[in-house]
């Protein structure tokens, strides 16, 4: 058995320890990486469990003084994860498009919602004074504010901190979420930028087996489990 087959087998997940292409190596990374195979990086399991520790006793420290967490994953890899995750255990997310100003504008964002709130909330029978091509105009409407906003209806405050599938894909939200001083766990290959990242965990984010499986811990100790 090799030494990168034991790391792996400590973890216990398929995949974990795949990273990106050594060329798209970002610097902030060099540390997780145990080595390259077929110009691929491989991740040190080792500093990855170390981090998904550390990350998970702050969430569970969050979980326990009832304070909200945020998830957001947007691409195809992430979202139905993020997505079933967040619903089980009742939390708000991003599943979609993250829209500029959720956090930095948050107000503003939080009409949009109460709109989609109100709407959704009247039902079709109190539509029925509108003509045809006003509620058709209302359904486009409810449609468009569904897309964006579904999964952060509940979320009436700012979010304590927030946790992520691959920061730069959501680099907008990590950038607002430093400017207000909302701490960001995050799941990022060695492609990532993790320096803006307070609590990184560096593993496979294109995988959808690695994504549940530390999401999932994470979660877990949030909800203290």
Partial sequence: MTEIEKIVGKMGVEGLHFGS?????????????????????????????????????????????????????????????????????????????????????FDEIRKRVNRLIELTEKGSTALDKYTKRERTKIGHEIKDLERYFRGIEDMSELPAAMLVVDSDKEDIAVTEAGKIGIPVVSVSSTDCDISKIKYPIVANDKSQTSIRYVVGELIKAYKNQ
């Fill in 21 to 105: 292409q050594r060329a798209m190596r970002h610097p902030s990374t060099v540390a997780f990486v145990f080595g390259t195979k077929n110009e691929i990086d491989i991740i040190n399991l080792e500093k990855t469990h170390q981090s998904l520790e550390k990350a998970k006793e702050f969430l569970r420290a969050l979980g326990k003084e009832g304070k909200k967490l945020l998830l957001v994953g947007n691409k195809s890899e992430a979202r139905k994860v993020v997505m079933e995750v967040a619903i089980s255990a009742k939390l708000p997310y991003v599943a979609e498009r993250w829209i500029g100003g959720t956090l930095t504008n």
